[in-house]
């Protein structure tokens, strides 16, 4: 059995965990719009349009403890910019 020390712990360990992962979502969230805005900009050679964009982002489920603050606000303009460093990095 478990005491309320290890409980506490296990409780730390998950909400950091927690934490991590929104933190990952939103950065995947980034890196893949980014590609599809490359992709689907005419002057990359792209289609055009790329099937299955995102329509926004859906930001994580807060926690009061662990996830305060919301992680998603500047992910737009994190996506544009990571777009322009796509396409500057495209060969001619």
Same mark, same amino acid.
């Given at each position: ?10 409780? @730390? #360990? *998950?909400? $950091? =965990? %927690? @934490? #991590? *992962?929104? $933190? =990952? %979502?939103?950065? *995947? ?64």
């Amino acid at each position: 059995m478990k005491n309320l020390s290890q409980l506490q712990a296990d409780r @730390a #360990a *998950a909400g $950091a =965990a %927690y @934490a #991590a *992962a929104a $933190a =990952a %979502y939103v950065n *995947a969230y980034v890196e893949l719009h980014a590609h599809d805005q490359a992709l689907s900009n005419g002057n990359v050679g792209g289609a055009g349009s790329v099937q299955g964009q995102f329509p926004s982002l859906q930001a994580p489920t807060p926690h009061g403890e662990f996830l305060r603050e919301p992680l998603h606000g500047d992910a737009n303009d994190r996506a544009r910019a990571r777009c322009v460093e796509i396409i500057n990095s495209l060969e001619d």
